[in-house]
């Protein structure tokens, strides 16, 4: 009869060591709720926004969440390259953020959001003129941005360099186009340059 007792006293010992250990590596997530490197239906079953759009082409696929950052409006996009996790994408929608001007002062706003979370950026400026086009800046950056004259961008490394975190602000198809993306560095995939040879 005294093995009993003794047999769930170190069972319940034991349990009461590993439990706070796995709650605390479920709660180191890399990005929002997800690690690097988990597939679709992972991220699904953890993710609460309201799902509006998935897909895939080629080796890549996508979930795309109707989400806000900064208490502003966004798409909140996960992208797979052959299912596992390489990017998280927020991209700042809105038509209160039609103009130039307003989405640069969102930038700036975002920005500091991201510096009291994270530090100062790894890069030295925001700014940057596109293709060595001084010569035909405007001087007035709205609407340099909006001729596709200059972007703005900054860059953090975070959770011991496994992720970069990219703010930047450019034109797109004739639009100013505002995202963060959190990049996984873990994999040594350079996922702009895949995305790119898919034709994304």
Same mark, same amino acid.
């Given at each position: 009869?005294?093995?009993?007792? #003794?047999?769930?006293?170190?069972?319940?010992?034991v349990a009461i060591t590993i439990?706070? !250990? $796995?709650?605390?590596?479920?709660?180191?997530?890399?990005?929002?709720?997800? /690690?690097?490197?988990?597939?679709?239906?992972?991220?699904?079953?953890?993710? +609460?926004? =309201?799902?509006?759009?998935?897909?895939?082409?080629?080796?890549?696929?996508? !979930?795309? *969440?109707?989400?806000?950052?900064?208490?502003?409006?966004? %798409?909140?996009? *996960?992208l797979f390259y052959k299912n596992?996790?390489?990017?998280?994408?927020? %991209?700042?929608?809105?038509?209160?953020?039609? $103009?130039?001007? &307003?989405?640069?002062?969102?930038?700036?706003?975002? /920005?500091?959001?991201? %510096?009291?979370? *994270?530090g100062k950026p790894t890069n030295?400026?925001? =700014?940057? $003129?596109? @293709?060595?086009? %001084?010569?035909?800046?405007?001087?007035?950056?709205? !609407?340099?941005?909006?001729?596709? @004259?200059?972007?703005? =961008?900054?860059?953090?490394?975070?959770?011991? +360099? =496994? $992720?970069?975190?990219?703010?930047? !602000?450019?034109?797109?198809?004739?639009?100013?186009?505002?995202?963060?993306?959190?990049? &996984?560095?873990?994999?040594?995939? @350079?996922?702009?340059?895949?995305? *790119?040879? &898919?034709? #994304?």
């Amino acid at each position: 009869m005294r093995k009993i007792p #003794l047999m769930f006293i170190v069972l319940f010992m034991v349990a009461i060591t590993i439990l706070p !250990l $796995t709650a605390s590596a479920a709660s180191k997530a890399d990005f929002r709720t997800v /690690k690097w490197g988990m597939n679709t239906k992972q991220v699904k079953k953890l993710e +609460k926004d =309201k799902l509006i759009d998935s897909g895939s082409v080629n080796k890549f696929s996508y !979930l795309t *969440y109707n989400s806000s950052v900064s208490s502003t409006s966004a %798409e909140l996009s *996960y992208l797979f390259y052959k299912n596992k996790l390489v990017r998280g994408i927020y %991209e700042v929608k809105g038509n209160t953020f039609a $103009t130039a001007g &307003d989405k640069i002062n969102t930038y700036y706003g975002i /920005k500091e959001a991201l %510096e009291n979370k *994270y530090g100062k950026p790894t890069n030295a400026n925001d =700014k940057y $003129t596109i @293709n060595g086009a %001084e010569s035909s800046l405007r001087n007035d950056d709205g !609407l340099d941005l909006m001729m596709g @004259n200059i972007l703005f =961008k900054s860059r953090w490394l975070i959770n011991n +360099k =496994k $992720t970069e975190v990219t703010l930047y !602000l450019d034109t797109y198809q004739g639009q100013p186009r505002l995202r963060i993306l959190y990049t &996984d560095r873990t994999n040594n995939l @350079n996922v702009d340059k895949l995305l *790119y040879s &898919d034709g #994304l």
